[in-house]
């Protein structure tokens, strides 16, 4: 087994190794049992606007994905669309995204079957929206892994654009990339404008 | 909480750690320990099972009552003979719990009482290889009387937008029982290659 933490050294007879024994064995359990679910990313936050993130070298290790967002977009209105590619793909006969959105003023379902990416629809607050809002978004994907399977995933998200009940919008949703192909990146841009200065990003893992 | 992978410090003459009292530092290492967990804040209960053959329903039982929440991840898929079917999941098995539950399929809404949780997933006449992803979180699953739940799911039966569907339903069964495993079942078989975890959340 590993040792990773720093081994006591004997000060009085015998006192080190009855804890260093102890210490191993903790450690020996948390490196078999790391946690089902955790950071593969640590949690960053842009520092200047970006007209994409790509997050690279995925293990294929892990059962499922998890992206976190915390996200706007700098688009001059008020709300933008994201996009999600894996491996940066833009085939559009490989995206199938079924979206529903809620406000009070409208309940929308729809399929969307085209595009450059995986289309989550206009869940990024733009410009135009309060300052300081951003949309937090759970990008879940399945599969990712695999060789020979498409790729299933689903998503929630909320984005608030003003104070009114008609502007305040909840996202869920799902679909699919066609691809066969195993995921060893995944790319985030808005449809329109750039990712805004202050937004922040994690990629988890399940396992 | 919880599960605990060390060995206890324990008294006793030729034990080694004895030399120390295990009130003393136990409790130090089982705090350690459980940080290591709280770090990721779920435990895989059940470990991936990938389903090697149709089944006519899926339990996971024995479930520990040391956890405070679970979670239920899955990819399923139904082999009946349509473009999609309704998996039904049974808390503690227990057709008496009542399930009371408030359903956002797409654009359309609906209160639902009386059934198991459903979620709609792919079925044979769906693309192959189309498996539906389920997330369940069950609350409060050692009460015995109210377990607040929350499912989330999508399906795509087919390429067209009558047969991709999203689903978020949210509501509680009640029973007089916690919850000990659970049962999943379809209209007809569960395909093989479906697979599914059960974690358990500790906060």
């Not at chain 1, 003023?105 to 607050?125: C, E, F, K, M, N």
């Amino acid at each position: 087994m590993a040792t990773l933490y720093t081994p006591l050294v004997d000060g009085v007879a015998g006192t080190a190794a009855i804890f260093n024994t102890v210490f191993q064995e903790l450690e020996d359990s948390f490196l078999a049992n790391p946690g089902a679910w955790g950071p593969i990313t640590t949690w960053t936050t842009l520092g200047s606007d970006q007209a994409s993130i790509t997050l690279s070298g995925i293990s294929g290790s892990y059962k499922a994905l998890l992206l976190r967002l915390l996200i706007r977009s700098t688009v001059a209105a008020t709300t933008d669309t994201l996009l999600i590619q894996p491996n940066a793909d833009t085939t559009s006969a490989n995206m199938y995204t079924r979206r529903v959105q809620w406000n009070t003023s409208t309940t929308l379902a729809v399929q969307t079957a085209s595009g450059s990416g995986l289309d989550l629809g206009s869940i990024l607050p733009g410009a135009s929206a309060l300052a300081d809002h951003f949309a937090p978004i759970d990008f879940f994907l399945f599969n990712y892994a695999s060789a020979s399977l498409p790729k299933q995933f689903m998503y929630d998200g909320y984005t608030h654009v003003d104070d009114a009940a008609a502007d305040m919008t909840r996202h869920f949703g799902g679909g699919v990339w066609k691809s066969t192909a195993a995921v060893t990146s995944l790319k985030f841009l808005p449809g329109t404008g750039s990712i805004a200065t202050g937004s922040s990003y994690a990629l988890y893992r399940l396992s | 909480m919880s599960q605990l992978f060390f060995t206890n410090v324990q008294s006793g003459v030729g034990n080694p750690k004895a030399h120390f009292g295990q009130e003393v530092f136990n409790p130090v290492f089982v705090g350690l320990e459980q940080g290591a967990f709280y770090q990721s804040g779920y435990y895989n209960i059940s470990g991936w099972t990938t389903l090697g053959a149709d089944s006519g329903a899926v339990t996971i039982s024995g479930i520990s009552q040391i956890w405070r929440h679970l979670r239920l991840v899955g990819l399923f898929r139904s082999t009946q003979g349509a473009v999609v079917d309704n998996m039904f999941i049974w808390l503690g098995g227990a057709t008496s719990l009542y399930y009371n539950s408030f359903r956002w399929h797409n654009s359309a809404i609906s209160t639902i009482s009386g059934a198991g949780l459903s979620a709609r997933i792919a079925a044979n006449s769906a693309p192959a290889n189309h498996f539906s992803p389920v997330i369940l979180d069950i609350f409060n699953y050692q009460s015995t009387d109210v377990h607040p739940f929350l499912l989330r799911a999508y399906t795509h039966g087919s390429d067209t937008d009558a047969n991709m569907t999203a689903v978020m339903s949210w509501g509680s069964a009640r029973g007089a029982a916690a919850v000990s495993y659970l049962q999943l079942t379809c209209s007809s078989n569960i395909k093989s290659e479906s697979m599914y975890a059960l974690y358990g959340k500790d906060y």
